[in-house]
């Protein structure tokens, strides 16, 4: 990692717990926020802080098999046990959490997590046909809206929320310019740096500043900054990591890719791509909203086709050599559409592609090490 980037990230990290406590202390709102599909424009339009929630990291879900099935996912334990045991930052600020209905174990979970904060969970239509489920999640998402003005005390305004929009189509603009550095090749940054650097400032409530850290990050990385030093770079196999989100402490598959010599240049989940978007900002803004959170390509909506259509672009965007789709543990949309994945990039690309299943565990390192090892020597 660049040290100067690294020092930024620290700091900002930092300031960030400080500028929040002080926020609080001003009477400001925080809103937590787990999912894609959840739009954070509104608490910006309140005048509330939205804040990313903690949720990639095993620490915690022993503490969360207590209350839920040892067999479920280990994101929704990892969330569920950060909460329990008080140990992320961002939960204990939040004066609300906002869910999702985007299986049913989360939605299950939110009944529990209500023990704990007050939770306001959107019923997310399953498909995405603009005539059948559009009206249904327009009219959800004007019930948040007016959970927020309540909690806040201030009115939404079309005014106020289309600066909001503006404000976090600034702030995808800048994300999607540093995940597209990569598209050069060799490529200028390794996936975990990529993913390290999009977690770190993923938290961050002060949105101008994690644009212009993003914005120094993609000209670093372009000018070669995140190269080892004294290294000149070099042609590995280039992967795009797809599935299910990853991030600082799920990243076993990341790395261990990269310890086998080939690098993910890309990802195609919703740490990465999926949130690569901008809200139209010429139209009523509540419409704005539900037309394109709705279109968020996870595997939770049947059919799925937005998903295929972003893979399709990413394999020639980012000249991919294989395809690694990746599955947790007990999460069933991502696990069975991992058929139509391989269908898709082996029989209609012709490139070839790896499906894991695994979980926050490092139990099983060693046995995805040879999997992938393999996986590579074959591309």
């Known amino acids: 990692m660049n040290e100067n980037l690294l020092i930024s990230l620290q700091h900002a990290a930092e300031q960030n717990i400080e500028d929040i406590e002080q926020a609080k202390a001003a009477g400001r709102s925080v809103i937590g926020f787990y999912c894609l599909y959840s739009p954070t424009e509104l608490a910006i339009a309140a005048n509330a802080i939205p804040l990313s929630l903690c949720g990639t990291k095993n620490d915690p879900i022993g503490a969360a098999e207590q209350f839920l099935p040892r067999n479920l996912c280990p994101l929704i334990k990892s969330s569920f046990g950060f909460a329990v045991t008080d140990t992320c930052p961002f939960f204990r600020f939040s004066d609300i959490i906002v869910g999702d209905t985007t299986c049913d174990g989360k939605k299950k979970m939110f009944e529990l997590l209500s023990r704990y904060k007050p939770v306001h969970v959107l019923q997310l239509p399953h498909n995405q046909d603009l005539g059948q489920a559009l009206p249904f999640w327009l009219e959800e998402l004007h019930r948040f ?105 799920s990243d076993k598959v990341v790395r261990i890719v990269e310890q086998c010599g080939a690098d993910v240049v890309a990802l195609e989940n919703c740490s990465g791509y999926k949130k690569a978007f901008t809200v139209d900002e010429t139209i009523d803004p509540m419409t704005a909203l539900a037309r394109q959170y709705l279109t968020t390509p996870c595997s939770v909506m049947s059919p799925n086709q937005g998903r295929m259509e972003l893979i399709q672009r990413m394999l020639d965007d980012f000249s991919i050599d294989g395809v690694i789709d990746l599955t947790w543990q007990a999460c069933h949309t991502y696990n069975i559409e991992a058929f139509l994945i391989n269908e898709l990039v082996q029989k209609e690309r012709g490139i070839s592609a790896l499906h894991l299943e695994t979980d926050y565990a490092a139990s099983d390192t060693e046995q995805l090490r040879v999997r992938i090892e393999a996986y590579l020597e074959m591309l």
């Open 145 to 249: 809206k007016g959970i927020i003005e309540r909690q806040t005390s201030c009115f939404i305004s079309d005014d106020r929320l289309t600066s909001a929009i503006r404000l976090m189509n600034r702030v995808r603009l800048a994300r999607t310019a540093l995940m597209d550095v990569n598209r050069a090749v060799p490529a200028p940054l390794r996936g975990s740096q990529l993913l390290e650097i999009l977690f770190k400032i993923g938290f961050l409530a002060d949105k101008e500043q994690a644009i212009a850290l993003m914005q120094d990050a993609a000209e670093a990385a372009a000018n070669g900054a995140f190269l080892p030093a004294g290294g000149k770079p070099s042609r590995r196999r280039r992967i795009l990591l797809t599935g299910v989100p990853v991030g600082i402490g």
